[in-house]
């Protein structure tokens, strides 16, 4: 993906604009596996119609349209993190804060190339589920207000059975020919926290948008494991 003989570093490449944008600077710690992170008060938000970005999810993006590629300047010369935010159903421009799911993925860029027709690709990591609760900024591109959503931890007998059943229903759509990424089976074995197995799943094999917007609002962990096996068994149907 980050191949081409004129490919460049987009972090060192881009002017940047917008310095005077009036975004708060306080900040949240965060914890993914062994790394500790500051998440922001405020973050840019990228609308897409069939995307949305879980928590320990690694997600690549092609940036293209111009406001994207000025958010994407403006990410880069700050924290290094933005929203992906679902449209809703039936919308095909997201010209208001109406048409977009409010609950979204926060993510932090992992790896950036910029080419030198001004787009570029980018890996970006899931951190936490977040809410919008305000927009500072509407254009060039959109920055919101955010509040942490946390999980609410399920009880353990009834997680050690939930999360038993979505590995089997994992084993059984890749025997239907589900495609996995590399190392999947590594990485799912060394998951044992309920809620980031939920979401490793729902990233990797749920198809329909919906669903997986379902699964990334439910906060309570005992019922996000419930609705994502009745969405992975409805899928195999």
């Not at 600077?25 to 914890?31: A, D, F, G, S």
């Not at 922001?40 to 997600?59: C, E, G, K, Q």
Request: charged share 25%; hydrophobic share 45%; net charge neutral.
């Amino acid at each position: 993906m980050f191949r081409g003989a004129h490919a460049r570093a987009l972090c060192h490449s881009v002017a940047i604009r917008n310095r005077r944008t009036n975004v708060s600077t306080e900040h949240l710690v965060k914890n993914i596996g062994d790394q500790t992170f500051n998440l922001p008060r405020t973050a840019p938000v990228m609308v897409l119609p069939d995307a949305l970005l879980f928590p320990n999810a690694l997600v690549p993006l092609f940036i293209f349209e111009p406001r994207y590629r000025e958010m994407l300047a403006w990410t880069l010369e700050r924290q290094r993190m933005f929203c992906i935010a679902l449209m809703k159903p039936g919308v095909s421009e997201a010209a208001t804060a109406h048409d977009f799911h409010h609950t979204a993925g926060l993510g932090m860029v992992r790896a950036c190339v910029g080419h030198d027709d001004g787009t570029s690709h980018l890996i970006l990591q899931g951190l936490a589920r977040v809410r919008f609760t305000g927009f500072v900024q509407d254009a060039p591109f959109r920055i919101a207000e955010l509040r942490e959503l946390r999980s609410e931890p399920a009880e353990e007998f009834s997680a050690d059975a939930l999360t038993a059943r979505a590995r089997q229903l994992c084993d059984q759509a890749r025997a239907a020919g589900a495609e996995v990424p590399e190392e999947f089976d590594e990485k799912l074995a060394k998951i044992d926290d309920p809620s980031v197995l939920c979401d490793v799943i729902a990233h990797t094999f749920l198809r329909d948008a919906a669903r997986r917007q379902a699964v990334l609002e439910e906060l309570r962990v005992g019922e996000r494991l419930r609705l994502l096996i009745r969405h992975l068994s409805a899928e195999r149907e």
